[in-house]
C-alpha cells in the first residue's frame, strides 16, 4: 500500500494557515494521514487544531532584514527548530513536507531536506519572501500564486498554480449569512477585512467615518484579536467580530463590497467569489511591500480600487468607497472574465505523484 502521509507547515498570519487547509481537506477525503508542524504561540496552532489535523510545536526564529537586538538570539532558536522537526519528521516519515510560508516553515523545510523527504513550497505574494527565499534551496517543487513570481524561482522547479481556496467558501448562503450577521435592511453590505491581525489605521478609519457609512451601507468589520470597540456595540447597522471562521462562507455570500488589505490569499478569495473590494496594503513602513505589489497587480487587471494606507483619512475612504460602488459592474466583468482553473485539483495531483 503507498504510503499516503504528509506533513504541512505554515504559519504567523491566517494566510499561512488557511490555504493550507483548502489542500488538506481533499487529501484527507482521499485517505492521506495528514499532520502539521507550526509554532508553539502562532495563530496556526488554534485554526489547524480546530480541523481535528494533529498539531506540533516548534522553536522558530524570526527572520528579519533589518538591525533587531534578535538577530543575534533567534539563529539559536532556529537551529533548535531544526532539531525539533528533524525528530518529528523521523517518527512520522511522510513522502512529502508542504510548506506555505512564515518564518516557522524554515528549519521544518531544513530537516525534511537532511532527511530527504521532498518539499513542496507555495509563494501567494509576487515577490516572494524571506522564508520562501531561503526555502527554495530545499524545494523539489515551487507553486506560485501570480504568474509574475515565476521569474524569481528556478525554471526547472516552479509552477504557476493560483491560490488555493477552501471549497467550503463556494458553499456559502447569503439569506444564513444576513441572519447570522443580523443585518436585514435593504442596504448593501461591506465586509472589512484587516488580517488575523488586525489593521489599527483602518480600523479608526472606518470607525470615524460610520455616522456617513451607516446612512448607505451596513457594516461587518473583522477588526482582528483584541480590536472590538465595546463602545460601538449598539451602532445600528454596524456588526464588530475580531474574527470569523466557520460563518465566514455564509457572511461573504452576503457581502456585496469588502475594504481588505492586499494579502494574496484573501484578495484571489474575493476574486473568486466575485465581490468588487477596495484594497488599502500594508504600507512599507510596516512590510517589505508585498501587498502594495499584489494590490497594483489587482488594479492593472482590473479587480480593484486601490487606496494606499499613506492616503487613508476618511475622506479619501469614503471617496474610493462611491468609486468602487459606482463601478462595480466594471470590476464584476473583469473578474468574470478570469480562468477557473481549479488550483486545489491541480496541487492534489502533485502531491499525489509522491505517494506512488
Known amino acids: 500500500?503507498?504510503?499516503?502521509?504528509?506533513?504541512?507547515?505554515?504559519?504567523?498570519?491566517?494566510?499561512?494557515?488557511?490555504?493550507?487547509?483548502?489542500?488538506?481537506?481533499p487529501l484527507r477525503e482521499s485517505g492521506w494521514d495528514i499532520t502539521y508542524i507550526g509554532s508553539k504561540n502562532g495563530i496556526e496552532k488554534e485554526i489547524v487544531e480546530k480541523e481535528n489535523v494533529p498539531f506540533y510545536g516548534i522553536s522558530s526564529g524570526k527572520l528579519r532584514r533589518?538591525?533587531?537586538?534578535?538577530?543575534?538570539?533567534?539563529?539559536?532558536?532556529?537551529?533548535?527548530?531544526?532539531?525539533?522537526?528533524?525528530?518529528?519528521?523521523?517518527?512520522?516519515?511522510?513522502?512529502?513536507?508542504?510548506?506555505?510560508?512564515?518564518?516557522?516553515?524554515?528549519?521544518?523545510?531544513?530537516?525534511?531536506?537532511?532527511?530527504?523527504?521532498?518539499?513542496?513550497?507555495?509563494?501567494?505574494?509576487?515577490?516572494?519572501?524571506?522564508?520562501?527565499?531561503?526555502?527554495?534551496k530545499f524545494a523539489t517543487r515551487i507553486f506560485v500564486t501570480f504568474e509574475e513570481t515565476a521569474k524569481?524561482?528556478?525554471?526547472?522547479?516552479?509552477?504557476?498554480?493560483?491560490?488555493?481556496?477552501?471549497?467550503?467558501?463556494?458553499?456559502?448562503?447569503?439569506?444564513?449569512?444576513?441572519?447570522?450577521?443580523?443585518?436585514?435592511?435593504?442596504?448593501?453590505?461591506?465586509?472589512?477585512?484587516?488580517?488575523?491581525?488586525?489593521?489599527?489605521?483602518?480600523?479608526?478609519?472606518?470607525?470615524?467615518?460610520?455616522d456617513i457609512l451607516t446612512n448607505s451601507y451596513q457594516i461587518v468589520h473583522l477588526t482582528g484579536k483584541g480590536n472590538v470597540d465595546e463602545s460601538l456595540m449598539h451602532v445600528r447597522g454596524y456588526k464588530q467580530f475580531e474574527y470569523i471562521s466557520s460563518e465566514l462562507p455564509d457572511v461573504l455570500a452576503a457581502t456585496d463590497f469588502?475594504?481588505?488589505?492586499?494579502?494574496?490569499?484573501?484578495?484571489?478569495?474575493?476574486?473568486?467569489?466575485?465581490?468588487?473590494?477596495?484594497?488599502?496594503?500594508?504600507?512599507?513602513n510596516a512590510s517589505r511591500g508585498d501587498q502594495i505589489l499584489n494590490a497594483k497587480s489587482f488594479r492593472k487587471k482590473g479587480y480593484a480600487q486601490v487606496l494606499m494606507e499613506e492616503e487613508l483619512t476618511k475622506e479619501s475612504?469614503?471617496?474610493?468607497?462611491?468609486?468602487?460602488?459606482?463601478?462595480?459592474?466594471?470590476?464584476?466583468?473583469?473578474?468574470?472574465?478570469?480562468?477557473?482553473?481549479n488550483t486545489v485539483d491541480l496541487i492534489v495531483d502533485e502531491i499525489t505523484y509522491y505517494s506512488r
Open 317 to 341: 475612504l469614503l471617496l474610493n468607497l462611491d468609486s468602487l460602488v459606482s463601478k462595480s459592474e466594471v470590476f464584476l466583468h473583469a473578474m468574470e472574465q478570469t480562468s477557473t482553473q
Open 66 to 136: 533589518y538591525f533587531d537586538w534578535k538577530n543575534f538570539s533567534d539563529p539559536f532558536r532556529i537551529l533548535k527548530g531544526v532539531g525539533e522537526a528533524y525528530s518529528i519528521l523521523r517518527k512520522l516519515r511522510p513522502v512529502v513536507v508542504f510548506s506555505k510560508g512564515g518564518f516557522v516553515t524554515v528549519p521544518v523545510v531544513m530537516a525534511a531536506k537532511l532527511l530527504k523527504i521532498p518539499v513542496i513550497i507555495h509563494e501567494s505574494d509576487i515577490t516572494p519572501g524571506l522564508a520562501n527565499k531561503i526555502a527554495t
Open 258 to 284: 469588502v475594504i481588505s488589505r492586499a494579502g494574496a490569499n484573501s484578495i484571489f478569495e474575493f476574486l473568486a467569489l466575485r465581490i468588487p473590494m477596495l484594497l488599502i496594503p500594508l504600507s512599507k
Open 152 to 210: 524569481y524561482f528556478p525554471l526547472e522547479k516552479v509552477l504557476h498554480t493560483g491560490s488555493p481556496i477552501r471549497k467550503e467558501l463556494f458553499e456559502g448562503n447569503k439569506v444564513e449569512g444576513k441572519a447570522i450577521l443580523g443585518l436585514h435592511e435593504n442596504k448593501p453590505i461591506i465586509t472589512i477585512m484587516g488580517g488575523s491581525l488586525g489593521a489599527r489605521k483602518i480600523n479608526e478609519t472606518i470607525r470615524e467615518s460610520l
Open 1 to 25: 500500500m503507498a504510503n499516503k502521509k504528509i506533513v504541512f507547515t505554515g504559519g504567523g498570519t491566517a494566510g499561512h494557515v488557511t490555504p493550507n487547509i483548502a489542500i488538506m481537506n
